[in-house]
């Protein structure tokens, strides 16, 4: 059975068991909602997981192995009932997630596994129970490898396509060497206001440190107070903390998964097909 009375993990990724409560918890303390970035960055906070294991790379897939084995977990707490997942990649608790506990929660899991013979939860490659988010989970690192082959310039482009797409208007992508890692401008219109951005877009399959996010903001000032940074790869805790650090330019942040959402929600080199489900209503025939 799991352990979900262990110790804080300071040398190892926790396993894929050893995360299913600390990720209802995390969402608990979330207020009952989180995007996906927001839920890894309070597990790490709450279980104490030292940056150098945080960003453990799993494989090639530009992602964290901690936040491969997470995003498990939450298919696990999915299967339990206990938390839902919106199509904009936002998790939500359930009423059954809300007042469930360890013991139910390791009881349920056992159900499961009882349940299904393929061992699911267990398993290093889980089974795909045909779920939205084991689809969402697979389309995501094959996204991420075609991101990551792009050429710089290519990706660049695809970079200020995103932004146009999204609000912005004058979009120059610059790439001057020297230029401090700006790789382009834009003008994001919010009704009467307008903010002026400058962006940083990075082919990674690795976690930017706070290091990068600081040499950015020095890019940045006094030339603009607001800065995007985009990554194919993820932000270290740590580096996230620094971009809203208070008294400096807050710099917003795109990282490898929140990428592929936007991509499908705006629907670039995104195809997202609806699978017709049919249903036989026994009960009319019988009324015939």
């Given at each position: 059975m799991p352990n979900y009375d262990e110790a804080p993990f300071t040398e190892r990724v926790p396993t894929y068991d050893e995360l299913n409560w600390p990720a209802l918890a995390a969402l608990r303390n979330l207020g009952g909602s989180a995007s996906i970035a927001e839920h890894l960055t309070q597990v790490i906070e709450e279980q104490d997981v030292p940056e150098g294991v945080a960003a453990l790379p799993h494989g090639e897939t530009g992602r964290s192995e901690l936040e491969y084995r997470l995003a498990w977990a939450r298919t696990a707490l999915r299967r339990c009932g206990y938390v839902e997942n919106s199509a904009r990649g936002v998790?939500?608790?359930?009423?059954?997630?809300e007042h469930a506990t360890p013991e139910e929660l390791k009881i349920r899991i056992s159900e499961l596994r009882a349940k299904d013979h393929k061992k699911y939860?267990?398993?290093?490659?889980?089974?795909?129970d045909g779920g939205a988010a084991d689809a969402q989970t697979d389309w995501r690192d094959d996204l991420l490898d075609v991101l990551r082959k792009m050429a710089p310039d290519?990706?660049?482009?695809?970079?200020?396509?995103?932004?146009?797409?999204?609000?912005?208007?004058?979009?120059?992508?610059?790439?001057?060497?020297?230029?401090?890692?700006?790789?382009?401008t834009g003008i994001l219109q919010l009704s009467l206001m307008s903010f002026h951005v400058l962006f940083q877009c990075k082919r990674y399959a690795?976690?930017?440190?706070?290091?990068?996010?600081?040499?950015?903001?020095?890019?940045?000032?006094?030339?603009?107070d607001k800065g995007l940074f985009i990554t194919t790869?993820?932000?270290?805790?740590?580096?996230?903390?620094?971009?809203?650090?208070d008294g400096a330019p807050p710099i917003d942040l795109i990282d490898g998964v929140s990428l592929c959402e936007k991509l499908?929600?705006?629907r670039l080199g995104?195809?997202?097909?609806?699978?017709?489900?049919?249903q036989i209503k026994r009960d009319w025939f019988d009324l015939i």
């Open positions: 998790w939500s608790l359930t009423e059954a997630g939860l267990t398993r290093s490659q889980p089974v795909s290519a990706f660049e482009r695809l970079s200020k396509r995103l932004l146009r797409e999204s609000g912005f208007v004058k979009v120059e992508v610059t790439g001057k060497a020297g230029d401090g890692g700006i790789d382009g690795g976690s930017v440190t706070p290091r990068e996010v600081r040499d950015f903001r020095g890019a940045m000032m006094g030339r603009t790869g993820t932000f270290t805790a740590e580096a996230r903390r620094e971009a809203t650090r499908k929600d705006l995104v195809e997202v097909q609806l699978v017709e489900e049919v």
